[in-house]
């Protein structure tokens, strides 16, 4: 007479629930490295990891497509680092589609993954990382800025008249001489416009 807990695992030992554990742990790990600090996403991907190779070890998987899986995270873990402009995520959705269709022995009914699971994974799967990747060229497009640049844009409250004879503002922690061609009375909001050397130019707010 097997115990409850023998009874969980039992229902347990089916190529789906493992199928899903290596998605999650896919996913989990992807997110760690994309949003590090994040910690949640990480544990999750390693527990969901450890059941999945559990499994592995109980169900008959087939060993090509394991690798194949493994070769489409590794693939999906480089296109986040790289700038292949997703070449390397095609290639992955490639072969984890293919390592899902070779990954149990279809000859035994029993261990058979339907094709209900795998079409589906595999278009999320892809959809994640074309968005995780489209995200990471977006920034990269994005012109960097260093500096006093940083300070253009931010709004800022006179501490004095300012005017174009000059003024003075407090900003990122260190007081800045400033200027504007329109008078900008003590108190007021302005955003910094340009910076010139030790010096910024403001314009009033919304203008």
Do not use: C
Request: zero cysteines.
């Amino acid at each position: 007479r097997m115990s409850p807990a023998e009874r969980v695992f039992q229902k347990l030992w089916r190529p789906e629930v493992m199928f899903i554990l290596m998605l999650i742990a896919i996913y989990g790990i992807i997110g760690e490295l994309t949003t590090p600090g994040a910690i949640l996403p990480g544990v999750v991907g390693a527990i969901a990891l450890v059941l999945a190779l559990y499994l592995a070890a109980i169900l008959p998987v087939n060993v090509t497509g394991l690798v194949l899986i493994a070769l489409a995270l590794m693939l999906f873990i480089f296109d986040v680092y790289a700038t292949t402009h997703g070449v390397l995520t095609v290639g992955g959705v490639i072969a984890f589609l293919i390592g899902s269709l070779m990954l149990f022995n279809r000859a035994d009914p029993l261990f058979r993954l339907s094709l209900n699971y795998i079409i589906p994974a595999t278009l999320i799967t892809a959809a994640f990382f074309i968005f995780v990747i489209g995200k990471g060229l977006r920034a990269q497009l994005l012109p960097v800025k260093v500096g006093a640049e940083t300070l253009i844009g931010k709004t800022v409250t006179a501490l004095s008249p300012i005017d174009s004879h000059g003024g003075r503002i407090f900003v990122e922690g260190e007081y800045w001489n400033a200027v504007s061609d329109t008078s900008i009375e003590k108190g007021e909001q302005a955003e910094i416009a340009t910076v010139q050397g030790l010096t910024v130019k403001l314009k009033a707010k919304g203008k």
